[in-house]
């Protein structure tokens, strides 16, 4: 007669013998989720401006575009205002796309057309970096 403790481990791998293969079988190169910082100069002089109309209109019309706004901010750098924000992205084709259909979208063109014949320049310089985790940092410990 088996021993009770061999027989429950059999069963064990009996019963996990289906996941196991389905799990082999399953896709395991996902890509990674990733960040993207956008830095733009902006003048001193438009931008209030620049804030409204990022607010009342680029954050709407980027959402329907996908974008994923995590934060912004505001700093000076080298005498400079900066505008700052950090978007997430699920992966890098993601990203690309959202960004061409956002700079070729109607309305956003008509909006820039309209408040820079208005206002004059809204940016001096853009710094644009795509962040990838790496996978021993902080935020993903245990992961």
Do not use: C
């Not at 289906?18 to 190169?29: D, G, I, R, V």
């Not at 320049?121 to 790496?134: A, E, G, N, Y």
């Amino acid at each position: 007669m088996p021993s009770p403790i061999r027989t429950l481990t059999l069963a064990a791998l009996l019963a996990l013998a289906p996941t196991a293969a389905a799990a082999e079988a399953a896709p395991t190169t996902q890509p990674a989720p990733l960040q993207q910082l956008r830095i733009y100069e902006i003048p001193r002089t438009n931008e209030g401006v620049f804030h409204d109309r990022f607010q009342d209109h680029a954050l709407r019309i980027m959402a329907r575009h996908g974008f994923a706004v995590r934060s912004i901010w505001r700093s000076e750098h080298e005498g400079k205002v900066e505008f700052v924000y950090l978007l997430d992205w699920p992966d890098a084709a993601t990203m690309k796309a959202a960004w061409a259909a956002f700079m070729v979208d109607a309305e956003w063109a008509a909006i820039k057309r309209e408040t820079g014949a208005r206002h004059g320049r809204f940016v001096d310089s853009i710094s644009d970096r795509t962040l990838d985790p790496l996978p021993w940092s902080p935020d993903r410990a245990g992961g």
